[in-house]
């Protein structure tokens, strides 16, 4: 039955269950990413973001949530022209880190 | 006088001579037999043809025997190299001069030299076997005198690097050391043993040779044959492929291992990182040691320093990116939606200004160049006015080629539905690639420095000369790359008074911020970037102007002064 609207699914993310071998890995190589204040002036500046919805700040999210498969959706999108690095107010190799991501 | 025509002693260097002959030929036709099909054609018509053949035979001499590009680098290293080289290069001519001519010309019995027998070693044990005259004796001495000389110099250099100019040497391994050791004992064993004839200095100057030799092909003395190679192979105008085949491998052996790179890297400010240098690059590919390899192809800057400095002409940048190619990002791209990517402008503009992803994040030079557009009177029009896509390069520089093509093929498209003729650009690193990847036949492509360059010159920009003194940064990819050295600075002369940086052009630094490198943090760009403004400020200049929105913008965080681009600074004066 189509009432017009229906109810969203659950984006609940249960933590304790969570895979998060990637980002814990990623934490080891780049350590940088521990002083991310999420501030989204990567994502604010991203040349893909103008297209898609390509955010690096939600990546992280994602991968601090375990999802990877998303993430990495999402990377694929990167022109890699190093914006984001340029204008991160904490100094973050960003586009080490996505390169990283996929590695 | 010892009247035979043959000893013992002379077998160590028999042997080691018919080593690295052998060794040689099987590495050329190695490094011809990997060369593409289509580089070899070229290469075998650049033999042929009368510029290359003559480019050929100027620097086999200039580089091979003279070395002129280490004297023009420091003349102190230019003679330590000279005397060593060229004066043993002559001791062997001149050794093979007296063997054929000393008969005819003095009319002196040679005791037990039979002309008629091929003995190559008679040469180089000549005042064992025969009798020098006067004057090739005193030659031969001076000679033996000046290679001496050199090593001393290399003694000096080896000690305290400091005295001739050089903050930074190659630290070598075993090998490399061991045959040093041979090679700086060979020219005094020789005096000793031609002055005294004891026999044990003729072994001991035999064996030197003969571990000479045999070492040759594993340590970077390889480069005393390579180069020869390397000059005809360069001249061909090859690019290497393949980080360690065919062509790229004639220029991994032809590095000497100088280590001249080491104090022009910008990287080197911090000691930790002059081992990422091209020098240690390249050593680490002759080693076969592709992870440290890949690493410090990762690490560089791609500003080129490096290769404007190098005595050899190494094309390390060229090969740090073929090395990026063979081990490329695994980062699964989609790019799909550049499909959808609507052209802004489409019209009867006659300039096209594309301001690429470095520009956007400083908005202020697009605002000046549309002043100066609009000052000019042009009929422009934005290509990327609300953010375009890139250029391509960075994906590039990842070695990710066929993602970069599509890029380009976008951009392409988007240029020529708009109609220009002339497509001006302010940020290099798109000038880069736009002048080297781009298929973009009938439209003139200029970067900013040039185009204002040209509206002034031709009288449709006028501009007021104020009283500020400016300090030019000279951006990799304009500069070094594409030589655009004289019109950003005549630009300035118009506007201001021009100071000197302590380092420019060819040598202008890195400013840190480069997007060749993937791997370098923050903290180490920041010291990069101290340096290079530091190296800009030596002539106490009231503004650093740059033309590169990436050099601004790192600039900015560790000037003592303002920094501006030239469109901003232009702007500023316009009548």
């Known amino acids: 039955m189509d009432f017009g609207f229906c109810l969203s699914p659950s984006s609940h993310v249960k933590m304790d269950s969570v895979d998060l071998t990637t980002f814990n890995r990623l934490k080891e190589t780049n350590p940088d990413i521990n002083t991310c204040i999420a501030c989204g002036s990567c994502t604010a500046t991203c040349t893909a973001g103008h297209f898609t919805e390509m955010s690096f700040r939600r990546i992280l999210l994602m991968l601090q949530r375990g999802k990877e498969d998303e993430a990495k959706k999402m990377i694929q999108h990167c022109m890699l022209c190093g914006k984001c690095t340029l204008v991160c107010p904490r100094g973050i190799n960003i586009r080490k880190i996505l390169l990283d991501i996929t590695r | ?575």
């Open chain 2, 1 to 575: 006088m010892n009247s035979q025509i043959f000893h013992p002693f002379v077998l160590p260097f028999v042997l080691g001579m018919a080593f690295v002959l052998t060794y040689c030929v099987v590495g050329l036709l190695r490094v011809i037999g990997q060369l593409p099909k289509d580089d070899r054609k070229k290469f075998w018509r650049s033999l042929v043809t009368p510029k290359t053949a003559w480019a050929n035979v100027r620097d086999l001499v200039g580089d091979c025997l003279f070395h002129v590009k280490i004297w023009k680098r420091n003349p102190v290293l230019g003679y330590m190299h000279t005397a060593i080289a060229f004066g043993w290069f002559m001791i062997i001519v001149i050794g093979h001069v007296m063997l054929f001519t000393l008969k005819p010309l003095e009319g002196i019995e040679l005791q037990g030299v039979e002309r008629t027998l091929p003995n190559f070693y008679y040469p180089i044990f000549f005042k064992y076997f025969a009798e020098e005259t006067l004057i090739f004796a005193i030659l031969m001495d001076f000679f033996l005198l000046m290679i001496i000389s050199g090593i001393l110099i290399a003694v000096v250099k080896k000690i305290h690097s400091k005295i001739v100019g050089v903050k930074r040497i190659m630290h070598f391994g075993f090998a490399d050391n061991l045959i040093r050791f041979a090679l700086w004992t060979i020219f005094p064993f020789r005096l000793i043993a031609e002055k005294t004839n004891i026999m044990a200095f003729w072994w001991l100057y035999s064996i030197d040779l003969m571990v000479f030799m045999f070492m040759l092909p594993f340590t970077r003395y390889m480069h005393i044959p390579t180069e020869a190679l390397f000059i005809l192979l360069r001249h061909a105008g090859l690019k290497p492929r393949e980080p360690r085949k065919g062509y790229a491998l004639a220029q991994i052996y032809s590095c000497p291992s100088c280590g001249l790179c080491i104090d022009a890297c910008p990287m080197s400010v911090n000691d930790k990182n002059s081992g990422n240098t091209s020098a240690y690059f390249m050593k680490r590919l002759r080693n076969g040691d592709r992870e440290e390899a890949q690493r410090i192809a990762e690490t560089c800057m791609q500003c080129g320093k490096c290769v404007a400095v190098c005595p050899v002409s190494i094309e390390s940048c060229d090969i740090k990116m073929s090395q990026r190619e063979a081990v490329p990002y695994t980062i699964n791209s989609d790019h799909s939606y550049l499909g959808n990517v609507e052209p802004e402008t489409k019209g009867n503009a006659k300039v096209l200004y594309f301001a690429g992803c470095m520009t956007q994040l400083t908005p202020k030079i697009m605002r000046a160049m549309k002043q100066i557009m609009e000052a000019a009177g042009e009929k422009y029009a934005f290509l990327d006015k609300d953010g375009g896509v890139c250029c391509g390069r960075p994906m590039l520089l990842s070695g990710k080629t066929a993602e970069a093509q599509a890029m380009m093929a976008k951009n392409t498209e988007l240029i020529k539905q708009s109609g220009a003729k002339r497509l001006v650009l302010s940020c290099p690193i798109c000038y880069k690639v736009f002048k080297e990847e781009y298929q973009l036949e009938g439209i003139e492509i200029l970067h900013h420095t040039q185009y204002i360059d040209e509206l002034i010159k031709r009288g449709k920009l006028k501009v007021d000369k104020n009283d500020v003194n400016y300090v030019y940064h000279d951006p990799c990819e304009l500069g070094r790359a594409f030589g655009v050295y004289d019109e950003p600075r005549e630009v300035i002369e118009n506007i201001g008074h021009l100071r000197k940086a302590k380092s420019e052009k060819e040598l202008s630094t890195c400013c840190g911020g480069s997007l060749g490198s993937f791997i370098l943090t923050q903290q180490e760009r920041d010291e990069i970037t101290t340096n290079s403004v530091n190296d800009l400020i030596f002539n106490n200049p009231d503004e650093i102007v740059t033309a590169c929105p990436l050099c601004l913008k790192t600039f900015a965080r560790k000037s003592p002064v303002a920094v501006k681009d030239i469109a901003e600074v232009v702007a500023n004066q316009l009548k």
